[in-house]
T-cell receptor, first 116, second 115 residues
Framework: AQSVTQPDIHITVSEGASLELRCNYS??????LFWYVQSPGQGLQLLLK??????LVQGIKGFEAEFKRSQSSFNLRKPSVHWSDAAEYFC??????????????FGKGTKLSVIP | DTEVTQTPKHLVMGMTNKKSLKCEQH?????MYWYKQKAKKPPELMFV???????INESVPSRFSPECPNSSLLNLHLHALQPEDSALYLC??????????????FGPGTRLTVL
């Protein structure tokens, strides 16, 4: 069974500082990996995804992530954080279930706070 | 239209009530999902529908009854819920394209409170 570990429950950074959120996964085959962001009381928005190919993935809002198979990691980075980035961030992995459906497993999330 | 809509936004119900949550998408996606999210926890998969057929049921209690009347609509019927069922219920959809999975699009959720 697949699993996702996000080691940091809560991270606080200053506005303008760089950010790295960690994600480690356990999965038997080549994983499909995702980062989602959730603002309080809202649904989830996809930041970026990795299916195959280039291991450095660019996403929305200036985020990027790097897939490292040897370390089973998919860490999320942003060079300069904005106050609006404060939210909960979820890493997810999932196998293809067939017929267009997917079975995502989420990490416990990392809450990002931004200091002005 | 790249949106998943959910109604209602908020729902308060008693333990003897019957209510339904509704989810709609017009992106032509053929897979639709229900997730349950408790406060400060990640979403947990409840059900997956693929081509209007239930393909995954993650051992969800029978007081939750999903229904997919057509390819755009997904319902979750609620009956005799418990206070511990209070949570944010999220709907999502996705589409296969040339044998490849595409990401799940999530709706804003329905905040359910069971009294």
């Amino acid at each position: 069974a697949q699993s996702v570990t996000q080691p940091d429950i809560h991270i606080t950074v200053s506005e303008g500082a760089s950010l790295e959120l960690r994600c480690n996964y356990s999965y038997g085959a080549t994983p499909y990996l995702f980062w989602y962001v959730q603002s309080p009381g809202q649904g989830l928005q996809l930041l970026l995804k990795y299916f195959s190919g280039d291991t450095l993935v660019q996403g929305i809002k200036g985020f990027e992530a790097e897939f490292k198979r040897s370390q089973s990691s998919f860490n999320l980075r942003k060079p300069s954080v904005h106050w609006s980035d404060a939210a909960e961030y979820f890493c997810a992995v999932g196998p293809y279930s067939g017929a267009g459906s997917y079975q995502l497993t989420f990490g416990k999330g990392t809450k990002l706070s931004v200091i002005p | 239209d790249t949106e998943v809509t959910q109604t209602p936004k908020h729902l308060v119900m008693g333990m003897t009530n019957k209510k339904s949550l509704k989810c709609e998408q017009h992106m032509g996606h053929r897979a639709m999902y229900w997730y349950k999210q408790k406060a400060k926890k990640p979403p947990e998969l409840m059900f997956v529908y693929s081509y209007e057929k239930l393909s995954i049921n993650e051992s969800v209690p029978s007081r939750f009854s999903p229904e997919c009347p057509n390819s755009s609509l997904l319902n979750l019927h609620l009956h005799a819920l418990q206070p511990e069922d209070s949570a944010l219920y999220l709907c999502a959809s996705s589409q296969e394209f040339r044998g490849q999975y595409n990401e799940q699009f999530f709706g804003p959720g329905t905040r359910l409170t069971v009294l």
